[in-house]
């Protein structure tokens, strides 16, 4: 099977019917363990990215939170989320087939905070600094949900 054609013809699908332009397809030992489009507007998940929700899928199939053993394919590359998804599940190779460049005369992502262009320029910057406002409101007893799994897991 042609894994990066199944990866467009998905994401074409879903654009029809739709959706965003975004598909991830999981293969292990040539056999597509999961696979989705971007889901993120039917499902009002802002978190259902095509790559979160594969793996999500395939790791439950597997029983695994680790993919070592298996291929992404993607439509292009990564947002910041899906990379980290991505880097949590460590699969053995991603394979994107277009990039943020090509597509971006395109499509453009509409969040108040969030350009594709600029926010990977959002992690170098001190939290202070950040266009997502964000506080710390420290409590000691934080800490202790942290000692907790240290020792029911050491």
Same mark, same amino acid.
């Given at each position: ?11 074409r ?13 999981i ?57 980290? #998804?991505? /880097? @949590?599940?460590?699969? %053995? +190779?991603?394979?994107?087939?277009? =990039?943020?460049? &090509?597509? #971006?005369? /395109? @499509?453009?992502?509409? %969040? +108040?905070?969030?350009?594709?262009? =600029?926010?990977? &320029? ?7 600094? %950040? ?5 710390q ?18």
């Amino acid at each position: 099977m042609d894994f990066v054609q199944r990866t467009i013809d998905l994401a074409r699908e879903n654009v029809e019917a739709g959706g965003r332009p975004f598909a991830t397809v999981i293969v292990r030992d040539g056999e597509i363990i999961a696979e989705s489009p971007n889901l993120v507007v039917q499902t009002n998940d802002p978190t259902a990215h095509a790559e979160i929700v594969a793996i999500r899928e395939a790791c439950k199939k597997l029983q695994t939170e680790h993919l070592t053993d298996c291929d992404i394919y993607i439509l292009t590359t990564p947002c910041p989320m899906c990379l980290g #998804a991505m /880097y @949590y599940c460590s699969p %053995r +190779k991603v394979i994107y087939i277009t =990039t943020r460049e &090509d597509y #971006a005369p /395109y @499509y453009k992502d509409d %969040r +108040k905070y969030f350009e594709l262009e =600029t926010f990977y &320029d959002e992690y170098s910057k001190p939290i202070e600094e %950040r266009r997502l406002p964000m506080v710390q409101q420290a409590n000691e007893d934080s800490i202790k949900v942290y000692q907790r799994w240290n020792e029911l897991n050491s």
